[in-house]
Structures are given as structure tokens and as C-alpha cells.
DNA sequence: GTTATCAGTTTCCTGAAGGAAACTGGTATC
DNA sequence: GATACCAGTTTCCTTCAGGAAACTGATAAC
């Protein structure tokens, strides 16, 4: 991933003549970068919504999530959590407890996104109300 | 979708024991529905870029699109323009020159994804020095 | 000893996402 | 009349995201 990303860079900033008048007509093109590495930690249909849920409630057990995110399965959000602690949004710990239960926690790192998630919040919020009242003004 | 959305709120406010549970724990629950409207519209790999490049730089061709989007094809620009004009996001105005050229550009509604943008390029932004420079302190 | 809860894992399956390449059809240029 | 550019469309193909359901294994309650 980090090989990836250095890749590109030197890709874009040597010897590739079109890159090289994209940059000269305005450099959206490190923003569309900037875009693409955010993606890939949040992509897919569980990501977005399992930050939210921790950035709004703290730490959450397995089984919690399990009945709070409607919808999704066991698996998948074994999967989607394991990622987001690959990715240092997360973490994981274990209690001993009589039934071991797990509680799962965002990082500093995490909270990080924040901004980003309250945005697409209000966003959702402000699409719904759209969508209901069939008032989108082109 | 006005009536999936409708139905889901339906439920969502009535005979739902479990979902009363929740309201009292705080309605995280509200704003995760948010954030699946939300990635309604902005779900796959190139609407997000898509939104962003006619934000930044304001209308452009097809032609333009396919070459200023890092790897897309001519059918998934095609299909992803459709989408997000059916959502109002984006216009589509063909004119009448010599070979016809088609601009897009954002709508006023799409203006109001800005912030969610932007924020998701920032983040994208720093999360490329962190990886960088190694320096993700958990 | 049967059932339940905890936190998963495993298997099997399907549909959708997405890519490559060829094709369309109109106009202009050489 | 051949080639090229415009903006796509169509076909064919592969891969992966994601879901359902069964299973694991430990402990506790009845």
C-alpha cells in the first residue's frame, strides 16, 4: 500500500508529460489522490456506518453492533471490523469476563474522521428531507 | 426510494420495541440512516472523484472526464454520469459543434456535497503524510 | 443434559461492480 | 477514401462484495 502510494507519486511527478499540464491547469489532480486513499480505508457498505456508530456511542461490544447496525451479518462485520483495526481506526480488546465478550474502540486516529463523518451526516440528513418535502431546486 | 425510505422510517417509528430501546439510548440510530441515504448517492469507486473534479474545476467534456480520472473506461463514466444526473448532482448539456461535445457541470444541490468533499480530501490528504512519514500514533 | 449467550468462523452461493475491447455514427481533415 | 475525434454503447468476461445458514467452543443457567 505504501509502495503503491510512492508509486504513484513518482509517476506523477516525473516524466509523464500529462500530468505534468494537468498540474500547470490547476492540481485537482492531488486532490482526486487524496480522494482515492480516503476510499480505500472507507469503502464498501459497513465502514461508514461502524465509525459512526463508535464515534457516536464509544466502545461497543461484538454483539451490540451486531444488533444496532440493521442489517448486517456476522460475518461482514467480523470482516469490516478486523480492516478497520488493520487500518489503526479501531481496536480490539478482549475482556474476561464469564462469556469472554470484546469490546471494540475508536483511536485517536479514528476520531479523526470526525469531520468527514458529521459531514455525511448532515449531508443524509439534509438529502432525506429533500427526497420527502420533493423540493430539489435543480 | 421515496417509498423505501418512507417504509424504512415507518417501521422505524412504530411497533418496533427494540428500535424504542435505542431512541432511549441516544438516536445514533437516526444519523446511521443518514449515512446509508448518503452513500445511496455516493457509493462505488468514481462518484466521489466524479463530484469532485466538477467541483474543483467546474464543467468539463466526457472526453475531458475520461482523461482527467485516472483510470476509468468510457463505460463506467458513462453509467456514473447517468446516475448522478438521475440524482440531480450533475447536469448534461450537449452542444452543437462541429463534432458535438457534451458538458457536465455540478448543480446548485451538488454544491451542497462541498463540505462532505472537501472533508474527505482532507482527511484523504493527511492520511497520506501519516502513512508517509510513518507516524500514526494509535 | 438441554438450552442460551458470548464472539466469532466456515461454507456455499448470488448479484452487482467493474474492466477491455470492439463497435456506432456523425463530422472534419488530409 | 482513409484516418481521427467527438461521445458514447454493447458485449463479454472476471472478480469481489456481501448474505444465509450452519458450525465452534467455552461458560453459565435451568
Chains 1, 2 share one sequence.
Not at 469503502?43 to 440493521?70: A, D, P, S, T
Not at 481506526?89 to 458529521?118: A, C, D, F, M, N
Request: charged content about 30%; hydrophobic content about 40%; some cysteine.
Amino acid at each position: 500500500m505504501i509502495a503503491e502510494i510512492l508509486t504513484r507519486e513518482t509517476v506523477d511527478l516525473e516524466s509523464n508529460p500529462e500530468t505534468i499540464k494537468e498540474h500547470a491547469c490547476g492540481d485537482h489532480h492531488e486532490r482526486l489522490l487524496a480522494i482515492t486513499d480516503a476510499m480505500d480505508i472507507l469503502h464498501g457498505k459497513w465502514k461508514i456506518q461502524l465509525i459512526g456508530i463508535l464515534l457516536f456511542k464509544g466502545k461497543m461490544r461484538f454483539g451490540e453492533l451486531l444488533r444496532n447496525v440493521r442489517g448486517i451479518g456476522a460475518k461482514m462485520l467480523s470482516k469490516e471490523l478486523q480492516n478497520l483495526e488493520a487500518n489503526k481506526i479501531i481496536t480490539r480488546r478482549v475482556l474476561q469476563t464469564k462469556p469472554i465478550t470484546v469490546e471494540y474502540e475508536i483511536t485517536r486516529y479514528g476520531k479523526s474522521l470526525e469531520p468527514t463523518i458529521t459531514s455525511i451526516v448532515d449531508w443524509g440528513m439534509n438529502h432525506r428531507k429533500k427526497i420527502m418535502s420533493s423540493d430539489r431546486t435543480n
